[in-house]
């Protein structure tokens, strides 16, 4: 396994750099507490060095054309395809992921977002707009550097998600992957490289919130990406309006999923375990508020129980294992909290609820049912297996209470009745819905929050207004008429 661990702490302008004076970062395996690699984090000196690299090499590449650029993307996505087993086992180690979700969530996903953006990257065009004999055209330029800033969930996939759009429209990025899951960053950052990206336009740099913050403000950059918590946007958002920066913020949720009476259960179940308990609950679009109809609503829990013990909980790297532990020891505690909090504030305690004792950082899925509204467990972001299930009567009601939150990333409705499905998801404040399914984010329909969970949107040909600008172009073909 080590092989595959990238061989050192940075990656600039297309070569691994290390610069050992900065603070130490131990990477931990949270399936053991194995301290795996030390990396560093980056020096003021390594800051400048990548958004030198990224200003350099950014309008060679955005002078070349979309096809060009779109070549060398697409490659990337069929060497990471190809490099799938490696990637997984690495994103496994880095994140404590069982193996059985990496494989098909993590470096697949990625590739889809190459794949995608490389696709794109011809087709971007500016349009002609004819007004009389003159005309005016648009250019649809690149934005110049962009920065990238990734939470600790989905290291590779929040890379590429960020990479493959600002590369296919002509931008440079720097990429500060998460100080708690910085290895994956770099692999794509190498394959990239390998692919035949020229040396300089994706740069991956280590360190904690104050590389970021040099990032964000330092005057070279057109552009900051952050995947990450309300509070980090609000201090990123703000840094990057002194310099009237594009930003894309993809922040956290507290999202609804609401299961009417009429909903398949056994499909409500499943999609309210795919939205709880995926990535060990590590999902910002989790529906961690599952609102479930008086009618259906023991059937439901007993159902959910069942399936939720089911879970096979343990070593990440057997494939066999569906459920692991927390990224690290410190955000178990957070959770571990919230439980406690669950179980203070009167919530019912249905399964889960338990440190499993070990090295690893091993929760059990947690579900809590009679959560009202109230409670810390409905209104605060957990990111964490804990599912809080609430009751409600009709549709207007719940509707209302679904919309009570300052969040609005995600919402989700099973129903058997689709008038039903899309008149309320046409009503909910949450920027990806889903009908009868939750948490599927392919590469082609738009993702990204509304009200305090962000601005901007990842994925999707929307993508490609957050990663680049128009240029208008009037041309005149008859005299100037100056007034004097
Ligand atoms: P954080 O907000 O703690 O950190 C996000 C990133 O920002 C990290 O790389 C962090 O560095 C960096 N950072 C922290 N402070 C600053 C600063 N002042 N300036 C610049 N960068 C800074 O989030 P987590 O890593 O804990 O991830 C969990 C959060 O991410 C949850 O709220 C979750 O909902 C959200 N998220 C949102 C997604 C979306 O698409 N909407 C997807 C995935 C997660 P470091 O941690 O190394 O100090």
Known sequence: MQNVQP?????????????????????????TGAVIATLHAATPAIVDQALAAAKAAQPVW???TGTERGRILRRAADMIRDRNRALSELETLDTGKPLQETLVADATSGADALEYFGGLAASLTGEHIQLGQDFVYTRREALGVCVGIGAWNYPTQIACWKGAPALACGNSMVF???ETTPLSALKVAEILHEAGLPAGLFNVIQGRGDVGAALVTDPRVDKVSLTGSVPTGRKVYAAAAQGIKHVTMELGGKSPLIVFDDADVEDAVGGAILGNFYSSGQVCSNGTRVFVQ???????????KQRVEAAVIGDPMDE??????????????IVLGYIEKGQAEGARLITGGQRIDGDGFYLTPTV???????????REEIFGPVMAVLDFDDEDEVIARANATEFGLSAGVFTRDLTRGHRVIGQLEAGS???????LAPVEAPFGGAKLSGVGRENSKAAIEHYSQLKSVYVAMGPVDAPY
């Open 7 to 31: 061989t050192a702490s940075h990656f600039i302008n297309g070569a691994y750099v290390e610069d050992a004076t900065g603070a130490a970062i131990d990477v931990v395996y949270p399936a």
């Open 62 to 64: 955005a002078a070349m």
């Open 176 to 178: 500060k992957p998460s």
């Open 294 to 304: 008086k009618g259906i609503k023991e059937r439901f829990l007993a159902r959910l």
């Open 320 to 333: 066999a294992t569906n459920f692991g532990p927390m990224v690290s020891a410190a955000q178990r505690d």
């Open 368 to 378: 809590f049912a009679d959560v009202t509204d109230g409670m810390t467990i409905a």
């Open 433 to 439: 819905c889903w009908i009868n399914t939750y948490n």
